[in-house]
């Protein structure tokens, strides 16, 4: 059983479209997480969400929207797609102050 | 604000080496520090973590990290690479709690037979 899971896997797309990007943790954690890694690996968090409440909003532009309908999923959406948004982007979920679980990631490549 | 520094963006060693990879960080308050490790294609998984606890923490596959407040660094250890340990490593720091990890730039280990 995959802790946390994410899907699509890969997604490629063009400049100004929009999609979403699905996650699902199974650890009856009640904090998620998005973070993203740029072509150069640098990982960064971009937001929170403790017991669906936004906690952590790392100055994302807002064409970034997450939406977390219960504790156990954590969707981002993201509107009018660009170039700088190719990357890999990472659902985690943790309890508070305990480990936390990365999926493996959605590869977004923006043409 | 806190930060995180890995000296080396790349590190190779042989195969029964030793292997070192440096971590410096920058907090305000006692820090929590962690390594992950990246396969390629793959998500991080936790190696391990230091939260005031012992000063020398010990992971998983034979990996331990020394924490040292005097050099605020907390590089990462194996006394013996195997092939398997090939991977990209990252050190982060958070205050207080996973609620937000800071990454360092993260290190490419390579092992050579």
């Known amino acids: 059983d995959t802790a946390v899971s994410q899907t699509p896997k890969y997604l490629v797309t063009q400049m100004g479209n929009d999609k979403s990007i699905k996650c699902e943790q199974n650890l009856g954690h009640d904090t998620m997480y998005w973070y993203k890694q740029d072509s150069k690996k640098f990982l960064k968090i971009m937001f929170s969400?403790?017991?669906?409440?936004?906690?952590i909003n790392e100055t994302v532009p807002n064409r970034f929207s997450p939406k977390s309908p219960d504790k156990a999923h954590l969707n981002l959406h993201i509107n009018s797609l660009e170039l700088g948004d190719s990357a890999v982007y990472f659902c985690?979920?943790?309890?508070?102050?305990?480990?936390?679980?990365f999926g493996e990631g959605s590869r977004l490549t923006v043409l | 604000a806190q930060s995180v520094t890995q000296l080396g963006s790349h590190v190779s060693v042989s195969e029964g080496a030793l292997v070192l990879l440096r971590c410096n960080y920058s907090s305000s308050v006692p820090p929590y520090l962690f390594w992950y490790v990246q396969y390629p294609n793959q998500g991080l998984q936790l190696l391990l973590k230091y939260t005031s606890a012992a000063t020398l923490v010990k992971g998983i596959n034979g990996f331990e990290a020394e924490f040292k407040k005097s050099e605020t660094s907390f590089h990462l250890t194996k006394p013996s690479a195997h092939m398997s340990d090939a991977a990209e490593y990252f050190c982060a720091v958070s205050e207080g709690g996973a609620q937000k990890l800071v990454f360092g730039q993260g290190t490419r280990l390579t092992i050579n037979p």
């Open positions: 969400y403790n017991n669906k409440e936004l906690i």
């Open positions: 985690a979920s943790s309890q508070v102050s305990g480990e936390v679980f």
